[in-house]
């Protein structure tokens, strides 16, 4: 069976400072991944997918970047975070295109 | 902003009760899906509703797809205090993109 892993589950981050989220796959080859971005009480931003290996297509930010070393990990970087980046980020792959998506358990991020 | 609409954005009710929750589309779609969050956790997929559906039915669950009005209804019968969580309405458009547009979810709590 497939499993998502998202880490770490919480983090805390000053202003200014790098971040690395990583997000890997297993059960499965060439999944279609992405990056979403939940503020708290409303819907998912999109902000980041990848259909292969080294292939990003950036929906939304300026101050995040993404990138897929491997085939089932995908990683959401920043080199220097702002508060407006708080939120709780979610992985999630699927198989096919348009087909039924499956997400980790997301990491919640502060940014004080 | 968001494609996908849900109404209501929060909705109470009794035990064994059905809930009906709706979401509005602005552009073609390939599939419709639903989600679930339970607080602080990633979305588990529901069921997916392609464009040339009306109607789909899973357990308690039912879903209707109307394109000429570009809205679904998801109808949770005999609701249970474990159905509280968040529900989401996704699209994936028919324009050969892999991107999911989310709604703004609706927010069901179920009292026992």
């Known amino acids: 069976s497939q499993t998502i892993h998202q880490w770490p589950a919480t983090l805390v981050q000053p202003v200014g400072s790098p971040l690395s989220l990583e997000c890997t796959v297993e059960?499965?080859?060439?999944?279609?991944l992405y990056w979403y971005r939940q503020a708290a009480g409303r819907g998912l931003q999109l902000l980041f997918y990848?259909?292969?290996?080294?292939?990003i297509s950036s929906e939304v930010p300026q101050n995040l970047s993404a990138s897929r070393p491997q085939d089932r990990q995908f990683i959401l970087s920043s080199k220097k975070l702002l508060l407006s980046d708080s939120g709780f980020y979610l992985c999630?792959?699927?198989?096919?295109?348009?087909?039924?998506?499956?997400f980790g358990p997301g990491t919640r991020l502060t940014v004080t | 902003s968001q494609q996908g609409e849900e109404d209501p954005q929060a909705l109470s009710i009794q035990e064994g009760e059905n809930a009906t929750m709706n979401c509005s589309y602005k552009?073609?779609?390939?599939?419709l899906q639903w989600y679930r969050q339970n607080s602080g956790r990633g979305l588990v997929h529901l069921i997916l509703?392609?464009?040339?559906?009306r109607e789909k039915h899973s357990g308690r669950l039912r879903v209707t797809l109307d394109t000429s009005k570009k809205s679904s209804s998801l109808l949770i019968t005999a609701s249970r205090a474990a159905d509280t969580a968040s529900y989401f309405c996704?699209?994936?458009?028919?324009?050969?993109?892999?991107?999911?547009?989310f709604g703004t979810g609706t927010r069901l709590k179920v009292l026992a």
């Open positions: 999630a792959w699927s198989r096919d295109r348009a087909g039924e998506q499956y």
């Open positions: 059960g499965t080859s060439n999944p279609n």
């Open positions: 509703i392609r464009s040339n559906e």
């Open positions: 990848s259909v292969g290996i080294g292939q």
């Open positions: 996704a699209t994936a458009a028919t324009s050969g993109t892999y991107k999911y547009i």
């Open positions: 552009t073609s779609i390939n599939n």
